[in-house]
Nanobody, 119 residues
Framework: QVQVVESGGGLVQPGGSLRLSCTASGSSFSRNAMDWYRQAPGNQREFVAGIVDGRSTNYADSVKGRFTIVTDNAKNTVYLQMNNLKPEDTAIYYC?????????????WGQGTQVTVSS
């Protein structure tokens, strides 16, 4: 089993920035992908950004040019740098890690971190 912990959420004014962190921990796993999702009240959880094998990145259209996902492979950590935040970015942000242990695939979610964009 892989444990996932997010941090870095908070309250920020429109136009501001935040950096979220997500760290995966466990024994003898290989990390395949790390993705960020978000869920606003009354909405379904939606994909925000992801990185595969520590290199290939993908973004939702709504965040392209404003959010950047980077990884520190040595620390099994992925960061989501969020710039020019808008009120519609307000949501709980979740990290999902896809991994393999002894050739068996798995997926773990973190507990989420709240991001609120408001003046």
């Amino acid at each position: 089993q892989v444990q996932v912990v997010e941090s870095g959420g908070g309250l920020v004014q429109p136009g501001g920035s935040l950096r979220l962190s997500c760290t995966a921990s466990g024994s003898s796993f290989s990390r395949n992908a790390m993705d960020w999702y978000r869920q606003a009240p009354g909405n379904q959880r939606e994909f925000v950004a992801g990185i595969v094998d520590g290199r290939s990145t993908n973004y939702a259209d709504s965040v392209k040019g404003r959010f950047t996902i980077v990884t520190d492979n040595a620390k099994n950590t992925v960061y989501l740098q969020m710039n020019n935040l808008k009120p519609e970015d307000t949501a709980i942000y979740y990290c999902n890690v896809k991994y393999a242990i002894d050739h068996r695939l798995g997926s773990s979610w973190g507990q989420g971190t709240q991001v609120t964009v408001s003046s």
